[in-house]
């Protein structure tokens, strides 16, 4: 089946400053990369995603590139926010997840 | 985006007793639901996959004895925790696809179960 390696695990940036969260899949079929972001005890909200026809998708200060290739794809945010601070799930098709990072952006 | 309905939002139950949770698609018919369960600071982890008028598929490890899913109409999937014990207190989180094919899926609010 699907494995979703996720990377890193917790991640702390200074507000303004752009987080990359990196993930790897297995599964060469997988054609649709979501990401989310849950907020602590509330429920995962899809901010971005990715086909695996298109090679970057951008909305504001957020990105996703993917490498089919290589099996990866990533999250871009630039210009942090402290409200950008929740932890960030990968998916490839929409069952498989990855471990999460905890994203903080310190004011 | 699309609502999808969770409840209970929370429920205590005792040992042996079991609990029933809803996840409604309030305006999309949803073929395809999926049950996960999380662990405090953990990811999602699915649990089964169930399509309206069929038998869920459960994932390697749970228990479908255990873990009862039904997903009777396109709006409606229920899973069923059997016999709970305390080790079943987790956060149960369902999340619906819709049917005309879109990749998509949008989550409920999440079950907080707390097995006493």
């Known amino acids: 089946g699907e494995n979703v390696e996720q990377h890193p695990s917790t991640l702390s940036v200074q507000e303004g400053d752009s987080a990359v969260i990196k993930c790897t899949y297995s599964?060469?079929?997988?054609?649709?990369f979501p990401w989310y972001k849950q907020e602590l005890g509330k429920r995962p909200q899809l901010i971005i995603d990715i086909r695996s026809n298109v090679g970057e998708k951008k909305d504001q200060r957020i990105a996703v590139t993917l490498n089919k290739t290589a099996k990866h794809f990533s999250l871009h945010i630039t210009e942090t926010q402290p409200e950008d601070s929740a932890v960030y799930f990968c998916?490839?098709?929409?069952?498989?997840f990855g471990a999460g990072t905890r994203l903080t952006v310190k004011p | 985006g699309a609502v999808v309905s969770q409840h209970p939002s929370r429920v205590i139950c005792k040992s042996g007793t079991s609990v029933k949770i809803e996840c409604r698609s309030l305006d999309f018919q949803a073929t395809t639901m999926f049950w996960y369960r999380q662990f405090p600071k953990q990811s999602l982890m699915l649990m089964a996959t169930?399509?309206?008028?069929?038998?869920?598929?459960?994932e390697q490890g749970v228990e479908k004895d255990k873990f009862l899913i039904n997903h009777a109409s396109l709006t409606l999937s229920t899973l069923t925790v059997t016999s709970a014990h305390p080790e079943d207190s987790s956060f149960y989180i369902c999340?619906?696809?819709?049917?005309?094919?879109?990749?998509?899926?949008?989550f409920g609010q999440g079950t907080r179960l707390t097995v006493v």
């Open positions: 998916a490839a098709s929409i069952m498989r």
């Open positions: 599964d060469s079929a997988s054609n649709y």
């Open positions: 999340s619906a696809r819709e049917v005309l094919g879109r990749t998509e899926a949008f």
């Open positions: 169930s399509n309206e008028g069929s038998k869920a598929t459960y």
